[in-house]
């Protein structure tokens, strides 16, 4: 019988040998946990990408569009003044003043027209049409636009006529705002311009109620015997020649009427008695008197109102 004696040296040996045999086998099972712990994370890690992408890619809703400024329409009648249309200006939404905007431009020297250089305002320049602006615009463009427009209106064969009338086109612009004023129908204008300039030839007060009207900024009211008495340069029952300005804003049937009168000898009118917005012409006072006399009769006739057309259209 053989026996084999192992020394301390190979004892050794085989022990390092079966540690390192068992090693590996250690170190995995300590892995496992590690790697079951990092699983949900990474899962959680891939989850949020994705959400991310998917915001990223999904479509945006379409952006409501934006609302274009409302447009409005600003009606300017014929023989208007700058207080009416500052009235009207104010109702359409525009902003600022339109009495501080018109009293003056750089687009329109009233000077060059032959005004006075005291001439307080752009009053007779601020032509009547409809205009189309944004609501909140502000007063100054309405002005801008209606300075524009008067130019347009108001060119050189005006100021032709006014140099052959021997006057300023100021001077005819200040007759254009009273015919404005005073004519109801298209067929009186050149007959009003004529009693205008013939009164003015011959030294005469105008006599014309629209002038202390717009001095006293009422326009429905009769005016009374105070009234016409009023101290006021406007008041061309008692002060002789034209109004210092135009006394509302022409439009240009009134100031093709300023620039040609007609050619007629008439010194007066009154309103018709029938009430239909004709004006009775005459040369003499007496003639006068007595269309005046029949208009105040039919006042009364009517309870002290105008009285109603009965004629037919």
Known sequence: MSC???TDEERERERAEREQRRTPIAIHKRRW??????????????????????????????????AAPAIVRVLIPEGETRLQIAARAHAAGLRGSYLTASK????LDPAHYGAPARTPNLEGFL???????????????????????????????VLRRARELHITPYQLLVVASMVEREAQLPGDR???????????????ELGID??????????????????????????????????????????DAAIAAAA???????LYYVAGADGCGELVFSTSSAHF???AAAYREALASSGGRVPTCHKRS
């Open 260 to 266: 040609h009168p007609a050619h007629v000898p008439y």
């Open 210 to 251: 629209s002038t202390i009207r717009y001095a006293l900024n009422d326009y429905t009211q009769p005016l009374t015997a105070a009234q016409l008495q009023l101290d006021s340069p406007y008041n061309t029952r008692t002060h002789h020649g034209l109004p210092p300005t135009p006394i509302s804003n022409p439009g």
């Open 33 to 66: 946990p590690v790697v079951a712990l990092a699983l949900p994370a990474l899962a959680i890690v891939a989850l949020g990408a994705w959400l991310a992408i998917e915001r990223l890619t999904k479509t945006k809703p379409a952006a409501k569009p934006i």
């Open 127 to 157: 032509f009547p049409a409809t205009y189309d602006l944004y609501r909140g615009d502000p007063a100054s463009r309405l002005v801008h636009e209606q300075l524009i427009a008067f130019g347009e209106n108001f060119g050189a064969a």
């Open 190 to 204: 050149a007959k009003v311009t004529a009693v205008i300039y013939n009164r003015l030839r011959l030294n005469m």
């Open 289 to 291: 008197e007595r269309d």
């Open 4 to 6: 084999s004696v192992r």
């Open 104 to 107: 003056r431009s750089a687009l």
